[in-house]
């Protein structure tokens, strides 16, 4: 889990083709180091060929149900499917994941992904 206190943090992953993956992001208030109470929020993250870049390769969203929360601890937790991950046929892309609450948005991670070709099928 990714315990984040700075927004926009820079964070590199690396993803196994064909595997759900899941990774939980804990969002905690930095002057007085509690959880951000989520109450309200929805998000989503997307995985892209580059920053701004057109090919969108996959989004995450508390809409899809790819993204939960744990609003009193302050932590999303997402899961990409084993069946989305199948079908991805990237080297590296990029993502970005943001929080909403009501018109305020709020980049809470960013950075590359690494994708680990499948062998077995």
Do not use: C
Not at 26 to 50: M, Q
Not at 52 to 65: E, I, P, R
């Amino acid at each position: 889990m990714a315990t984040l206190s700075n927004l926009g943090a820079l964070i590199n992953f690396k993803l196994a083709q064909g595997a759900t993956w899941q990774n939980d992001f804990k969002w905690i208030d930095k002057t007085n180091n509690t959880p951000i109470n989520l109450a309200g929020y929805t998000a989503k993250l997307e995985i892209r060929n580059k920053p701004g870049g057109n090919v969108l390769y996959h989004t995450s969203s508390t809409a899809n149900g790819e993204i939960t929360l744990d609003e009193q601890n302050g932590i999303f937790k997402i899961e990409i499917p084993a069946v989305a991950t199948e079908a991805f046929n990237f080297k590296v892309a990029h993502y970005d994941f943001e929080a909403y609450s009501g018109s305020r948005v709020y980049r809470i991670a960013q950075g590359s992904v690494e994708l680990n070709k499948e062998v077995t099928k």
